[in-house]
């Protein structure tokens, strides 16, 4: 069936330095896929997404690439700020399987000042 | 635009006790979801409601989960009995339609002792 690994967290890092969060899927077809932010206290809100190959998804100065060669979609942001704290989740989701999103565990990321 | 609403946001229960939760999603919004979060994981779908249709309730424990959405708009989840295994965080989500952005609601977080 389809899945989605990403990974493992906590990712620390200090204000301003450069992020990558690794998701890699599994799914047969054309998968969309996403990338969901939970911030502290707050509920799951898409962050951005791809439909199709080589697409970017951009959104608040995080971008991702739809690789299907490498199966992945790895989220990156040039220069992290401490209000970026927040758990990320990739998903995926297909058509032919009502649209149901499939979620890897979910990244927690820690911005130091 | 009001969001999707969840009420409770916390409930702690004893064991073979039972437990509803309820959600109201965003106005207009035809597709209705439900997903269980264990802590450390990625939301999984409990029920996926198109109208007052249940599309998806193929991973929903049926012998003791139970969800209905009458006029198609607001949508009850119950579990009876409960186990400590359900200890989670039950999300609702709503989209316009099948296939377009899901919105969160802020969750309610399950204790069963």
């Known amino acids: 069936g389809d899945s989605v690994t990403q990974m493992e967290g906590p990712v620390t890092l200090s204000e301003e330095a450069f992020l990558t969060i690794n998701c890699t899927y599994t799914?047969?077809?054309?998968?969309?896929l996403f990338w969901y932010v939970q911030y502290p206290g707050e509920g799951l809100q898409l962050l951005l997404k791809?439909?199709?190959a080589d697409d970017k998804g951009s959104n608040k100065g995080f971008e991702a690439t739809y690789r299907k060669e490498t199966t992945s979609f790895h989220l990156e942001k040039g220069s992290v700020q401490v209000s970026d704290s927040a758990v990320y989740f990739c998903?995926?989701?297909?058509?032919?399987?009502?649209?149901?999103?499939?979620w890897g565990a979910g990244t927690k990321l820690i911005i130091k000042p | 635009e009001a969001g999707v609403a969840q009420s409770p946001r916390y409930k702690i229960i004893e064991k073979r006790q039972s437990v509803a939760f309820w959600c109201n999603p965003i106005s207009g919004h035809a597709t209705l979801y439900w997903y269980q979060q264990i802590l450390g994981q990625g939301p999984k779908l409990l029920i996926q409601f198109q109208n007052n249709g249940v599309v998806d309730d193929s991973q929903l424990p049926k012998d003791r989960f139970s969800a209905e959405r009458l006029k198609g708009v607001d949508s009850t989840l119950k579990i009876q009995p409960a186990k400590l295994e359900d200890s989670a965080v039950y999300l609702c989500?709503?989209?316009?339609?099948?296939?377009?952005?899901?919105?969160f609601g802020p969750g309610t977080r399950l204790t069963v002792l």
């Open positions: 799914a047969t077809g054309y998968p969309s």
């Open positions: 791809a439909t199709k």
């Open positions: 989500a709503s989209s316009l339609n099948r296939g377009n952005e899901q919105f």
């Open positions: 998903a995926l989701s297909r058509m032919d399987s009502n649209y149901q999103l499939i």
